[in-house]
């Protein structure tokens, strides 16, 4: 017995010392060029956005991204930058109309690089928090992030909260690099969801609007939770506990609105991460904070009006974070214990009645077999002793 304690301390020593050097965040996605009317060309991206903010909690994020070697990476200053290289940087083109309402997208370079699993460090894999922020269609494969190279790499990994901001996925390009939005979810959104409704997906009402009951019911199905922003109008949450309307925070002055929604999706994770009962509200607040940003200072600022209005990402996130995943593994055990046993029921009560007297019968059958045999065999040897 006491080995037995022993050896689940040693276990839940060994856990939380495995949890606490885990990266607390990655994000990956592309890194872009914004060419806007006044002719200036500013860094930008869900990746760019989502790092600003990270910064703004005290995290030091891992971030994985394309650029070629001219790129501006400043918004990445503070995380441990990987950059894939490439011979462009992807560039979209903002045309503005009806005073200023209504955007149109191209992209004028585009560095046609599909990001994975594959090219994130291993440590970086481990993060708790994953952001995926794809920008067009075949730029990031979703998919390899749920994907395991076996028992010790998903022990290793453990509990993660993975964001898909899908964006990106719900785009094509047409020949002179107009960007078109897609009528139903693509292959590559529901391929970034995977079987086992691991990851919190976010989308716009523009992405969704033309999808039928039957696809939306299909994706939420597939996902653990859904968040649809809708501008001023706030958000809709979809989640195991049914619809849930998110508000927006008022502000005196709405400055910008680029990259609120990186922000709120970007927030909304962390406070998954952090444990808050809310995380909806608070990614609400967070993103009102990057609308009273003007578009000039921005990704850089995005964050700005959050720093220092939250606690600072620390020890004692990461330690309640390790016994989060001490519970959660735990649940994992004991379902599968319980789902087996039950399945084992479920099995036993299927069968034809009378199975289990003919089962019986056929074991007292073999026993009184083989204390018949064994009569002979004992006679023998006692008259030869």
């Excluded at 990746?47 to 971030?63: L, P, T």
């Excluded at 952001?131 to 979703?142: C, F, H, K, N, S």
């Excluded at 079987?195 to 996902?223: A, I, K, N, Y």
Aim: charged letters at 20%; one cysteine or more.
């Amino acid at each position: 017995m006491r080995w037995a304690i022993l050896l689940a301390v040693i276990l839940v020593v060994g856990h939380v010392v495995l949890e606490l050097s885990r990266p607390d965040l990655l994000l990956v996605g592309t890194v872009t060029i914004d060419v806007v009317d006044d002719g200036s060309r500013p860094a930008g991206g869900a990746v760019s956005y989502a790092a600003a903010a990270a910064r703004a909690y005290g995290i030091r994020a891992c971030v994985v991204t394309v650029a070629s070697a001219d790129a501006d990476l400043s918004v990445f200053d503070g995380h441990e930058l990987h950059v894939v290289p490439a011979p462009s940087t992807l560039t979209f083109e903002h045309t503005y109309s009806w005073f200023g309402h209504q955007r149109k997208l191209r992209v004028t370079a585009n560095p046609n690089v599909t990001l994975s699993r594959s090219h994130v460090p291993r440590h970086c894999q481990r993060a708790r928090t994953i952001i995926l922020g794809p920008l067009t269609q075949y730029e990031l494969d979703a998919g390899s992030f749920l994907e395991y190279d076996g028992l010790l790499d998903q022990l290793l990994r453990g509990r993660q909260h993975i964001g898909l901001l899908a964006q990106g996925f719900q785009r094509r390009l047409a020949q002179d690099g107009r960007v078109l939005p897609l009528q139903s979810p693509t292959p590559q959104l529901l391929g970034g969801l995977g079987r086992r409704r691991r990851v919190t997906l976010f989308l716009s009402d523009v992405e969704t609007e033309p999808w039928s009951e039957d696809w939306l019911g299909l994706v939420v199905r597939s996902s653990e939770r859904v968040l649809i922003t809708r501008g001023s109008l706030g958000a809709t949450e979809y989640n195991e506990t049914g619809v849930h309307a998110v508000n927006i925070v008022p502000v005196d002055v709405v400055r910008d609105t680029n990259g609120a929604g990186d922000v709120f999706a970007t927030a909304y994770m962390l406070a998954l991460a952090r444990g808050l009962s809310d995380p909806g509200h608070h990614a609400s607040w967070a993103a009102s904070r990057a609308v009273m940003q003007v578009q000039a200072c921005k990704p850089q600022c995005a964050g700005g009006q959050i720093e220092g209005h939250v606690p600072t990402w620390g020890f004692a996130d990461r330690a309640s974070a390790a016994l989060r995943g001490i519970g959660h593994l735990t649940r994992g055990v004991l379902d599968l214990a319980l789902r087996d046993g039950l399945a084992a029921l479920l099995h036993m009560r299927a069968l034809p009645p009378g199975t289990w007297g003919r089962v019986f019968a056929q074991a007292a059958g073999a026993t009184a077999e083989g204390a018949v045999a064994s009569a002979p065999m004992a006679a023998a040897e006692g008259a030869a002793s």
